[in-house]
């Protein structure tokens, strides 16, 4: 199974801030990267598909990019809503494989 | 709007059985792949399985191949997950989710709230 790993596995932020979470693969996955939001007691929120694809509806403060076994996650300003755990997804391979997350909080 | 609804989990002893369901809304159901995905306490999450738009093809992690079948009766808009077998690391929330194809791309554009599966004696 390929691997997927996270970091940082959590941060500390202000509003406004710009945030960048990365993911690495453990071998080329292409593009196929697919970022979510989890929120506790909710369901999860698909952000990003095709490593840089925007979901419907999400807004345009978040941005994916990367392609092979980088990819990063940025939010250009944080918002309250944000404070989240952020996970990555590869589909490249099967079985589709998660990252174990990343937890933005408020500083 | 899309709206999928977990319900079924439980408190169960280990080798028992479980049936989860999720019920659809909101879109052409028929039409689309759907997936469980689980997560235990503390981790990342697990794909389980997938079912295609057509329900004629199936897939399983290795976690879970033999013990769980996912099936789906498209004229009630519902997923299912048949649990057998059951053991204590299968103890996790349960989400269902929507791939936005008929055949699965294991990616994922609308997930449920997911349901509580704890097995323990």
């Known amino acids: 199974d390929i691997q997927m790993t996270q970091s940082p596995s959590s941060l500390s932020a202000s509003i406004g801030d710009r945030v960048t979470i990365t993911c690495r693969a453990s071998?080329?996955?292409?593009?196929?990267l697919a970022w979510f939001q989890q929120k506790p007691g909710k369901a999860p929120k698909s952000l990003i598909y095709?490593?840089?694809s925007l979901q419907s509806g999400v807004p345009s403060r978040f941005s994916g990019s990367g392609s092979g076994t980088h990819f990063t996650l940025t939010i250009k300003s944080l918002r309250p809503e944000d404070f989240a755990t952020y996970y990555c997804q590869q589909y490249s391979g099967y079985p589709p494989t998660f990252g174990p997350g990343t937890k933005v909080d408020i500083k | 709007e899309v709206r999928l609804l977990e319900s079924g989990g439980r408190l169960v002893q280990p080798g028992g059985s479980l049936r989860l369901s999720c019920a659809a809304s909101g879109f052409t159901f028929r039409n689309y792949a759907m997936s469980w995905v689980r997560q235990a306490p503390g981790k990342g999450p697990e794909w389980v399985s997938a079912?295609?738009?057509?329900?004629?093809?199936?897939y399983y992690a290795d976690s879970v191949t033999g013990r769980f079948t996912i099936s789906r009766d498209d004229s009630k808009n519902t997923l299912y997950l048949q649990m057998n077998s059951l053991r204590a690391e299968d103890t996790a929330v349960y989400y269902c989710?929507?791939?936005?194809?008929?055949?699965?791309?294991?990616?994922?554009?609308?997930w449920g709230q997911g349901t509580q599966v704890t097995v323990s004696s």
């Open positions: 095709a490593a840089s």
């Open positions: 079912v295609s738009g057509s329900g004629t093809r199936t």
């Open positions: 989710a929507k791939d936005p194809f008929a055949a699965p791309h294991y990616y994922f554009d609308y």
């Open positions: 071998q080329g996955i292409d593009n196929y």
